[in-house]
């Protein structure tokens, strides 16, 4: 599937305009909202993904992967793999176009969306949490069915860098985007995109301390790969993959100018700052990067934006972090 | 001020116009975005007014009234009374433009709005509850300030309108559009609006039951006024006002084609459900809207949107919304 990146093999920017004609209509062009609690030196913005139909970013790669690909996925169907915002991402695309979709889900994963998976119309597999991977694989070798991979994709890379299109075309001045950092999808589409239409534009990843593998792989100069063990402990549960993937990293160690980390408690405040301040609502994944931005802005004055990725948080960890 | 407004007084579909090319760039062009729970037949969007940069549509018409009349309000300042998000809108223009503002407000207004108020720049002067219009009129009168009413004017109306045309230009078949009622500057303005540019679409008011004077004014047909003690029982404040202005009364009474009140139960049931399901936070009058297309809407099919006009909800109440 490397037809759509270059010579090199990266995916882009005409990849990526191809993407953003493609979610045009299905994905929705979020606004740019302003976080009135920086100073005049150093405004922030948010991109508000989280007002996507599918709580977050992934509807765009999902859409953009399958409707690429849209004779085979409509022959047989699609298949991924996913216990999260991805797999709602494809369980609505497919209802959308009225495709077959089978989202393989380890058995760790809550009913709840088990259950919003499958009112979408997708057949969900429910495997031990190490045979999530092979399952999925095994299915599309048997079946034919189309994969659709959560970010180690050029599809995915270039319907996830739609929203780097968008920030340069709202804000062409921008000076500096902070983008979170997990499997590499989003913060290696956003990069290309960005780089491409304005080099001078900083753009910034963003990981909790407990799952700094991307930023320990910038600091080495090489892709890092951590334990489930120790990303698993985070309170941002979209960012605790372990590693990120190989095409995403080429992407990233060459147009991501930096990769930063943050506590728990920072990720925990800017969560709630966010509902607040912006009237978006955020999971923790989502509010990683604005607490990036927060932690680490000071040397860098200009106009900031911060990918606010998604907003499926659970009622009672709103309610607490809402008691302070 | 009826200079603005066509021979019959009433603020036109150019007036609107003239309004949001004065507010551009300053307002943000809110996204409507996808109410995920409702079927097919009957789909809703929400109109996220709670994302522009003072939590509440209040923004487009302080702004509107205000550089409509640049001269005067340079030379002497300008002068509000409200104790929530009028305030926080003329306090926040003022700022923008550089303009001394001066906002007459309530001894009743809880600190952090006074507060919040006071950091924007503009000055507070605190009153006794029934003293807040007359003082501001004084005030007015002996400084020659500009007044900036929170609803019954032409400029205000005329601003809160510029939803209107960002809903039809965005959803050229809307079929019902669901708006919160208080003072009526935001029906007003948004019910001229739509019928001018597509009289077959419906627009609904929605008011709580516990501030339910606009309803019973339409059902009578004459414009009836509550007593505060009546009004402040809702848990919708914005909404606590007590009956719509005459000016405002004059387009309601013809283009708002009905008037619904949801219950207080109904209004909770709805900030949670947009929290979660569409994530944008919502204050409770922010909700009414969409409690009114939920009770009501069952014999209008078609495409719906409702006006989430506001989040200026409390931390504590958001907690106490999401314990359920």
Redesign the interface.
Known sequence: MTEITDCSGLVTLDDIRAAADRIKGAA????L??Y?VTGPDRPLWVK?E??Q?T?AFKLRGAYNAISAQIDRAREAGVVSHSSGNHARAVAWVAARLGLRAVIVMPDTTPPNKIAAVRALGAEAVIVKPRERDTKAFELAEEHGYLPIPPYDDPYVIAGQGTIGLEIVEDMPDVDAVWVPVSGGGLSAGISTAVKALRPETKVFGVEPELAGDAAQSKREGRRVVWEPEQTYRTVADGLRTTGVGVLNWEHISRYVDDIVTVSEEQILAAV?SL??D?????EPSGAVSTAGFLAHAGAEPGRHVAILSG?SIN??L???V???
């Open positions: 929705l062009r979020t606004p909202v302003p009135p508000a989280a007002l139909p709580s709630r509902i607040l912006t009237r978006v609502v955020t907003g009622p009672e709103l309610a607490e809402m008691r302070g």
